[in-house]
């Protein structure tokens, strides 16, 4: 009979040992999602800024960087 809670409680632990570990798995893949997110925001930003600084020279080619933005 003392067998049994001990069984009963490993059991459990055994449980949540199982769904740490999956949590822990789950994390580490939203880890690298984040980061390719965050990578390709970057390159989003990078493009913004190329064709920012294009369209200021375009402006001061046509003699329209005086106009407000």
């Known amino acids: 009979m003392t067998d049994q809670p001990d069984s009963i409680a490993l059991a459990m632990l055994r449980k949540i040992d199982q769904r740490t570990e999956r949590m822990a798995e789950d994390l580490q893949d939203l880890k690298v999602r984040v980061t390719g997110v965050e990578e390709g925001l970057a390159g989003v930003n990078r493009g913004l800024d190329r064709l920012e600084h ?16």
């Open 54 to 69: 294009r369209m200021e020279r375009i402006e001061k080619r046509l003699e329209l960087s005086d106009l407000p933005h």
